[in-house]
């Protein structure tokens, strides 16, 4: 299985479909402009009728979405704030 990996600059961003064959990504905010605007992950979708809102990580936060085997993580898009740095890992 391949990694990908990749630093997150300010303004960079990332979109995962599910046909890329991501299984796992973890996300780490290293910087944060001061607590204004981190690093922004949204999923595309929805549970019950009630749509998917933006996850905001600050300075030294992660998470980590894996799906189980044989399914893929898809639908989702990270984003780096102004003058927010960071790094993503998947697989």
Partial sequence: MNVFTRT???ADSITI???QGVSYISVLCKTDNSGTRGIT???SGGI???ASNEIILLENESITIQSPSPYDVGGLTITAGTG????VVGM
């Fill in 48 to 50: 019950a009728g009630t």
């Fill in 41 to 43: 992950i949204l999923g």
């Fill in 8 to 10: 997150l600059a300010a």
């Fill in 17 to 19: 479909v599910e046909s």
């Fill in 84 to 87: 927010s740095t960071g790094i």
